[in-house]
T-cell receptor
């Protein structure tokens, strides 16, 4: 099925470890984003991309890196995991300005625990 | 930057009760407005959206929302809730830079 695929679904890291959360979409969407969801705080934007080769910071970018070498993929890298990064991470995509009447399509999420 | 406020953090209703969840946003320019629903253990799904035209928008599962520009509001309503509507509901705004802003969410608990 077409959509946004996130891997892994669950991950436990030790403080200081690094890892990459994968996100891929097969809808040829230009716009992709990473959010973290924490209780009582809704979704907060980490990084986003408006197209291949273009990324920008969101509301809470510290401790995370992204790259967008292809339209399909938008991985999120945790450089040195901290307990404050324990959260549920969602990747989302949307058509670009040409598809203005679309909302986001969300992936199923990655539940990350940093111990 | 935008801000999106959802004033009801937790709502408990009995089945067949009417629902209204508030959403207010801060941006004065052209916006697109959305409501998303997240069922327990699942990802967010689009419930309805407003772009232009009729300010009363109908979505899936009997939900509707009304855009009131003068009040910067986009409240979600349903005349009669069901137990299966138990979920968390998020209001979202997209500004004309194509950036999305989400509210903090409202947890709805419907008692059978």
């Amino acid at each position: 099925n077409a959509g946004v695929t996130q891997t892994p679904k669950f991950q436990v890291l030790k403080t200081g470890q690094s890892m990459t959360l994968q996100c891929a979409q097969d809808m040829n969407h230009e716009y992709m984003s990473w959010y973290r969801q924490d209780p009582g705080m809704g979704l907060r934007l980490i990084h986003y991309s408006v197209g291949a080769g273009i990324t920008d910071q969101g509301e809470v970018p510290n401790g995370y890196n992204v790259s967008r070498s292809t339209t399909e993929d938008f991985p999120l890298r945790l450089l040195s995991a901290a307990p404050s990064q324990t959260s549920v991470y969602f990747c989302a995509s949307s058509p670009g300005t040409g598809g203005w009447n679309y909302g986001y399509t969300f992936g199923s999420g990655t539940r990350l625990t940093v111990v | 930057a935008q801000s999106v406020s959802q004033h009801n953090h937790h709502v408990i209703l009995s089945e067949a009760a009417s629902l209204e969840l508030g959403c207010n946003y801060s941006y004065g320019g052209t916006v697109n407005l959305f409501w998303y629903v997240q069922y327990p253990g699942q990802h967010l799904q689009l419930l309805l959206k407003y772009f232009s035209g009729d300010p009363l928008v109908k979505g899936i599962k009997g939900f509707e929302a009304e855009f009131i520009k003068s009040k910067f509001s986009f409240n979600l309503r349903k005349p009669s809730v069901q137990w299966s509507d138990t979920a968390e509901y998020f209001c979202a705004v997209r500004d004309n830079f194509n950036k999305f802003y989400f509210g903090s969410g409202t947890k709805l608990n419907v008692k059978p």
